[in-house]
Structures are given as C-alpha cells and as structure tokens.
C-alpha cells in the first residue's frame, strides 16, 4: 500500500508510523521544577544523536513538565527503563498535575546524581546524566506552528551498573531495556547477534 503521510489518508483504524518506525528506545526523562519536585516522564521518541560530545534527545508533543524543567533548570536525566520496571515507567506515563512527584507515585527511589540536580532512578541499571542545550520547535503540518519539540541535551555523567559490564563491555541482555513497538506494544532486548562493521 501507499498513502499521503501529510493528510495521514491510510484508511487503516489505526495510524500505522509508529508501528513502522519501531523498536523505539524509551528515555524516562526526571527533571525538577522550581520548586524543587521531581517530575518523571517515559518518551518514546528519544535516541542518542551524537558522540563525542554525547547527545541524546527527547520529543515532547505538547510543551510536557519535562520539557518546560528542563528549559527552565538547564539539566535532565534520562535512566534506562527495562523489562523489570515496566510496570512503574507505565505508572510514570500517567497525566498528572506538576506538583506530584512521579517517582513516589510509581514507589521508586530517587538517587542522586553526580553532576546535575534532578535525581536519576536508583532501580535502573544505567542514567545519562545531561544539561540541556536546546529545544527546536517543530511545524505543524501546513508550515505553520506545530505541537511537537525535540529537547537535546549533552550528555556529561552515566552511570552504568557493574553487573552489566562484562569483560570491558556492556552486556545489553543483563540490562533488558524495552522499547516501543507502537500501539501498546512493547518489546524487551534479550538476545543480540554480532554483524562485522564499524562500533
């Protein structure tokens, strides 16, 4: 099949991109607002985009608390949701008001971080550590303004449980990271296999 992706006219019942592009990293993004409240939030749209310097970025449909914390304090942290805390980043996906902290709502533990402010997530194997750089503003599908953001930040502390490291590497099958398949779908990392090439 083919279709418009402007005027999205796939005729299918559900809107198939997200399925396509997939599987999708997910970052748990904790920021903190002014006063101080931890605010944790999953996005699926999230991926590294460069190295040396290390930079990730997140994107935000609607100007979300991550969004705004992170613009307004210059720092985020981004830790690794895997297979273990599914159950808790899905608690973390819920809408909630701005002073409730997300981390107690899904009964996990704060700890702190090196470098930056906000808190990474104590169960979670590995934490990007980041200060904010810049938030680029997406178009709207007529060119005019839109309702999507892509936040970066550099990447300047991670923290990597030793459990996964395994003869000077990082053994991604100890972590099981999920990602997002679209829909409700999910997926966990468990197996890999090894192509010749660059990295």
């Not at 939030?41 to 979300?64: C, D, E, I, L, W």
């Not at 991550?66 to 307004?72: C, F, T």
């Not at 533990?109 to 169960?123: D, G, K, Q, Y």
């Amino acid at each position: 099949m083919f279709y418009d992706a402007v005027s999205n006219s796939h005729g299918l019942t559900r809107d198939p991109f997200m399925a396509l592009v997939s599987p999708r990293p997910i970052g748990w993004i904790s920021t903190l607002d002014a006063e101080g409240v931890v605010n944790l939030a999953p996005y699926s749209f999230f991926n590294a985009v460069s190295t040396n310097p290390h930079f990730v970025m997140f994107s935000s449909g609607g100007r979300k608390d991550s969004q705004r914390n992170a613009e307004e304090t210059g720092e985020f942290v981004c830790s690794l949701a895997t297979y273990d805390l599914r159950d808790a980043m899905n608690r973390t996906s819920k809408h909630v008001e701005p002073h409730v902290d997300e981390m107690v709502l899904a009964g996990l533990s704060p700890a702190p971080s090196t470098i930056v402010a906000p808190p990474r997530v104590a169960e979670s194997p590995v934490a990007f550590e980041c200060r904010y750089w810049r938030t680029i503003e997406l178009p709207g599908v007529d060119g005019g303004p839109g309702n999507h953001a892509i936040v970066l930040g550099q990447v300047v502390g991670i923290h990597i449980d030793d459990d996964a490291l395994v003869d000077g590497r990082v053994d991604v099958t100890k972590l099981r990271p999920i990602a997002r398949l679209g829909y409700q779908d999910y997926a966990v990392i468990d197996e890999v296999f090894e192509l010749g090439g660059s990295q």
